[in-house]
């Protein structure tokens, strides 16, 4: 299995700020994934990180909103911009690997946008 | 109709009772099925893969039915321990697309 540590663990930021999100893991891996999960939802996927290629964005979801970077094959940051309330949310950094594809996460960012 | 569908519970049941859990998705194309159990306040974690043949770890069971288009995740002898969010995960062949159900929520009391 794969090991993650996102930074930082949780953060109170007011409206209208930006809050960069940071992933690191402890193989290399092709693709990394950013997802959210609102109190009491499921996971929503937000886009999936290539090294060296623009990010995939979800239906629903835009670069100029969530920035992401990619610089080499154990790193990836979420930058959530303009924040508004609506953004409070849990955001967890995922990637695959093992046998079976199996889905690893990060400790996740809990972010509460006053 | 959603992708994947759980019932949210919750599921409370007493210590050491059998509780079952089932999950249906909509795409036939479905390849490969899990089960994450999400403490409160923290990420998910895999729990167990489902395999068509069924999948048994201890006191866990997962098995598939393709015909009706469901997984399904057995606890027997339930523990205080079980008590969290289970949610089932369903990935699309081809494009691996990841869906996420709501999850079940079980709740195992003394």
């Given at each position: ?20 999100i ?8 092709t ?20 090294q ?25 940051t ?9 953004d ?9 690997s ?17 | ?17 059998t509780?079952?859990?089932n ?6 194309a479905s ?18 893969s489902?395999?068509?043949s ?48 709501t ?6 009391i003394?």
């Amino acid at each position: 299995s794969a090991v993650i540590s996102q930074k930082p663990s949780r953060d109170i930021c007011q409206r209208g700020t930006s809050l960069t999100i940071q992933c690191q893991v402890d193989s290399q891996v092709t693709m990394m994934f950013w997802y959210r999960q609102q109190p009491g939802q499921s996971l929503t996927l937000i886009a999936t990180a290539n090294q060296g290629s623009e990010a995939t964005y979800e239906s629903g979801f835009v670069i100029d909103k969530f920035p992401i970077s990619r610089p080499n094959l154990t790193f990836s940051t979420l930058t959530v911009s303009n924040m508004s309330p609506e953004d409070s949310s849990i955001y967890l950094c995922s990637v695959r690997s093992g046998r079976n594809n199996e889905q690893f996460f990060g400790p996740g960012t809990r972010l509460t946008v006053l | 109709r959603k992708e994947v569908e759980q019932d949210p519970g919750p599921f409370n049941v007493p210590e050491g009772a059998t509780v079952a859990f089932n999950c249906t998705y909509s795409n036939s194309a479905s390849q490969s099925f899990f089960w994450y159990r999400q403490d409160c306040r923290k990420e998910p974690k895999l729990l167990m893969s489902v395999y068509s043949s069924g999948n048994e770890d201890g006191r866990f069971t997962a098995q598939l039915n393709r015909a009706s288009q469901y997984i399904s995740l057995l606890i027997r002898d339930s523990k205080l321990s079980d008590s969290a969010t289970y949610l089932c995960v369903v990935i699309v062949g081809g494009y691996q697309k990841v869906t996420f159900g709501t999850g079940t929520k079980l709740q195992v009391i003394p």
